[in-house]
């Protein structure tokens, strides 16, 4: 069983920044991958960044130069950096975390998801 606990939403006028964090706690042998989606109402689940155990990361190319994935191995966690945040960024932001299993088989969880407002 994995749980990640996710933090660092609220409101934000056009211009700022935010930093989102995802830490993950449980029984796994180790963290594959990480990433952080979107979903503004409406809208399908999107992607926005994902770093994988070697640090090689991507962005969508909505957020490329403004956004900043990062990890911390030791703490099992995962920030997101939010520059120059724009009203199109609002959404609900989630992490997504690929485990591997002490079994070896690889399993994926899902943050509880925190809220993002950016507005004057």
């Not at 999107?46 to 957020?63: F, M, Q, R």
């Amino acid at each position: 069983q994995v749980q990640l606990v996710e933090s660092g939403g609220g409101l934000v006028q056009p211009g700022g920044s935010l930093r989102l964090s995802c830490a993950a706690s449980g029984s796994f042998f180790s963290i594959n991958g990480m990433a952080w989606f979107r979903q503004a109402p409406g809208n399908q689940r999107e992607l926005v960044a994902s770093i994988t155990g070697g640090d090689n990361t991507t962005y969508a190319d909505s957020v490329k130069g403004r956004f900043t994935i990062s990890r911390d191995n030791a703490k099992n966690t995962v920030y997101l950096q939010m520059n120059s945040l724009n009203p199109e960024d609002s959404a609900v932001y989630y992490c997504n975390v690929q485990v591997r299993r002490w079994s070896g088989a690889s399993g994926n969880y899902w943050g509880q998801g925190t809220q993002v407002t950016v507005s004057s």
